[in-house]
C-alpha cells in the first residue's frame, strides 16, 4: 500500500472525518478492509482485520485509545484497569486517555467487562479466559519469544493455517499509584520491565470479592494464564471478534 494512503488514513482517524469506518463489525471489517484500504478510506486506528488463532479471530494489534487500535503490531498501545474504558500511557509521564494524570484508586466494581466499559473497536471485545487458554493450547498453537522491529514478545502461531499474532511485552502500571514498572526489582515477582514482561487482562473474574481477575502474563520464557494480580493494574489489552 503506497505510504500516503496510510498517512491519510491515520490523518481521517485523528480527525473523524467523514471516511471514518468505526461503525463497522469485525466481519464487516473483514470482508471491506482491502477495497477500502484501495480507495485510502480505511480509518486504520479503527479496523483490524485480525488473525484466526486456533478457531479464535484475534486482532493484530493492541488496544490504544478508547475504540481505537494501536498503528502497529509492536506497539504497546495503552494500559487500562480491569473493566474501565480510560486508557493509560505505556511510557512515562503519565496520562490517561481523557488527559488526566492522576491514578484511579477506587474500588473497581462488576463481575465481568461491561460492555459499555469495553474500550476495544466496534466488532471487537476484551478476551474471555477460555479465550486466552485457546491461545496457549500447545497442541494447536506455538508461541516463541521474539523481536519484531526492537520491541520484545511474544509470537503465537497456529499450527494449522500457519497464521501469527504478535504481543509485545510492554510492561505494567501498578495498581497502588499507577506507577509504570521500567526497572528490575530484587524480588523478580511482578517486576519484568517493558520488553522483558507483558500483561493483557481477560474479561473473565477470579475471585467473588470482585479483587482478582485472569490474564496471560508473557516473559522471555514463557506464557501462561494467572489470577494473582488486582483488578487495579494497568494491564494491556488485545481483543477478539465480538
Known sequence: MPKAYIATAICLAVSSMMFSSCGQSAKETKV???????????????????????GVRWATRNVDKPKTFAASSDDAGMLYQWNRRIGWSATDPMINSNDGTA??????????????????????????????????????????WTTHNDVSGRKFTDKTSG??????????????????????????????????????????????????????????????WDNACSKSYGYSVRSVAD
Not at 474471555?128 to 516463541?144: A, F, G, P, Q, R
Open 103 to 144: 491514578w484511579d484508586t477506587t474500588k473497581i466494581t462488576g463481575t465481568t467487562w461491561d460492555k459499555s466499559n469495553d474500550p476495544s473497536p466496534v466488532g471487537w471485545r476484551v478476551p474471555t479466559l477460555e479465550e486466552i487458554k485457546s491461545l496457549l493450547d500447545t497442541e494447536k498453537v506455538t508461541n516463541e
Open 32 to 54: 471491506n478492509l482491502n477495497s477500502e484500504a484501495k480507495q485510502g478510506k480505511i480509518d486504520l486506528l479503527c479496523q483490524d482485520e485480525g488473525v484466526v488463532i486456533n
Open 163 to 224: 497464521k501469527s499474532i504478535f504481543l509485545p511485552a510492554a510492561g505494567y502500571r501498578d495498581h497502588n499509584y499507577g506507577t509504570f514498572v521500567s526497572g528490575m526489582l530484587e524480588s523478580g515477582f511482578f517486576g519484568r520491565k517493558a520488553g522483558l514482561g507483558g500483561f493483557y487482562w481477560s474479561s473473565t473474574q477470579f475471585d467473588s470479592n470482585n479483587t482478582y481477575a485472569y490474564y496471560l502474563s508473557l516473559d522471555s520464557n514463557s506464557a501462561y
